[in-house]
């Protein structure tokens, strides 16, 4: 048989298997598996990897914060992830006070139309305890939301533990998952304030304002509360050890929990709000980086499974927005840019370190997220799944620059950093939309999924 797409001679790896063979795609979808399969076109990937596109279930593109936006709309922001290996993304609706949730999917989903080059899903914020609001999330989840965002941390998303409860049971409902974002905002504030006062309003003192046990504390309370709602969770964004230690112990008591975490905080070192190069508010996100003997514990976690997959939290300003905390660091929009960079820093420092399996690679950073998040017909390389597939060169270095990227930022947080392996073709439902260095997509090729948790 002659298809329209095959992929020759590669080292298919995926999260359980690792062999030699070939891919063949007709349309949009894998056709077949196997040795010496001919098509139209065909692609040699001697000495590359051939692995699943991958998934990003945690970026924020043109997102509002006060008055600024961030840096990467939905067209640039979706080609540095086609850049990076990536072929899916989810980011977020964010509901007006009292606005219906479907109103707001809709809203959002005309932002991201038309614009994105691989394909998007949206989680939904529920950030209105509203009942009213709340008996829409099965409205949104039939809309193809699968998956509801509650937030423990900031002022216009905070919700209190009743408030909490109520949202989980709702989600538990509609049969959803749960992400949240875990942190102790009230203690948080209190002990902004006595930092403040004490003079002390440089970058340096972020991680100081938001302490590991601050984390670690709002985790276990949210997955208590989500056990006795019934409503399955994952924590976004674990950051120390302790954090996913909370996790863990959810999972031996039988409770449905999972946990993220990313690149920043298994990569960035010690020092990184206090170097000489670069600004402190560069790397200010909310948990913040915590350094070296952090990092160790998560990829340990990693390898264990006790923290499931790995994610960005892309989430980039521009230079100008980030001076806004130089003399108040609580005043700095947080985020760190990484939706090109994931898949190359997951291999450097992990695998190549010696703490992930290529295979565990793969699933955390391509076959789980999309499980998790009620991608059908994603982050697996089966006949009759999308051909979203990605040929990794593992001896590639790559000495990563601002202008080597491409996020509509000047700055990177990985300025300096050289990895070793990179994507090199990017196949997005049987479309190569990168290749030798080139984006060769079409804006707005991208679509919706409609999600669905299982």
């Known amino acids: 048989m002659n298809y329209d797409l095959v992929i020759k001679n590669g080292r298919i790896i995926t999260a359980g298997e690792d062999f030699n063979g070939d891919i063949a795609v007709m349309g949009e979808t894998i056709a077949a598996i196997g040795q010496n399969l001919a098509g139209s076109r065909e692609i ?11 998934v990003d279930g945690h970026v924020h593109l043109q997102m509002p914060f006060a008055d600024i936006i961030t840096a990467d709309n939905f067209e640039q922001g979706t080609i540095a992830a086609a850049f990076g290996g990536v072929t899916s993304i989810i980011d977020f609706v964010e509901p007006g006070k009292g606005q219906d949730l479907v109103e707001a999917l809709s809203w959002r989903r005309a932002e991201a139309d038309g614009q994105v080059v691989i394909d998007y899903g949206l ?3 529920l950030l209105d305890p509203d009942p009213l609001i709340l008996d829409q999330v099965s409205d949104a989840y039939a809309a193809g939301c699968a998956t509801f965002k509650l937030y423990t941390a900031y002022p216009h998303f905070y919700l209190a533990d009743d408030e909490l409860y109520r949202a989980l049971i709702a989600v538990a409902e509609a049969g959803g998952l749960a992400v949240v974002h ?25 991680p100081h304002s938001r302490p590991a046990i601050t ?5 276990n309370r949210v997955l208590s509360i989500a056990h006795l709602a019934g409503a399955p969770t994952l924590i976004f964004h674990l950051s120390c050890g302790e954090a996913a230690r909370e996790v863990a112990q959810a999972k ?6 999972f946990g993220e975490t990313c690149p920043q905080y298994l990569t960035l070192p010690d020092d990184i709000y206090e170097r000489q190069d670069m600004p402190g508010t560069w790397f200010i996100c909310q948990p913040p980086v915590r350094g070296n003997a952090q990092s160790a514990a998560l ?47 997951v291999h450097t420092f992990g695998v190549l370190a010696g703490h992930l399996t290529l295979n565990r690679w793969v699933e955390a950073c391509c076959t789980l997220p999309a499980d998790l998040h009620g991608m059908i017909h994603k982050g697996h390389l089966i006949p009759g799944y999308d051909a979203d597939i990605v040929l990794f060169d593992p001896q590639r270095e790559v000495t990563y620059s601002a202008e080597n990227l491409h996020s509509n930022i000047s700055y990177t947080p990985y300025a300096g950093v050289t990895v070793t392996g990179v994507p090199v ?21 991208g679509r919706f999924l409609k999600r669905r948790y299982e």
Request: some cysteine; overall charge negative.
């Open 123 to 125: 989680h939904m914020t």
């Open 44 to 54: 040699d990937a001697s000495g590359l990897y051939v692995i699943p596109g991958a």
């Open 252 to 257: 031996e008591r039988g409770w449905v929990a």
């Open 425 to 445: 073709t990017t196949i997005s439902r049987g479309e190569v939309i990168v290749e030798n260095g080139q984006f060769i997509g079409k804006r707005g090729r």
């Open 299 to 345: 990829w340990q976690s990693l390898a264990s499974g006790s923290v499931d997959i790995i994610s960005t939290d892309h989430c980039p300003f521009s230079a100008e927005a980030k001076r806004l905390g130089e003399q108040n660091f609580t005043l700095t929009p947080g985020g760190i840019s990484g939706l090109e960079t994931r898949l190359a820093l």
């Open 215 to 219: 984390e670690a504390e709002a985790v």
């Open 182 to 206: 875990a942190e102790n905002y009230p203690v948080i504030t209190e002990v902004w304030k006595r930092l403040l006062a004490a003079g002390k309003v440089e970058a340096k003192w972020h």
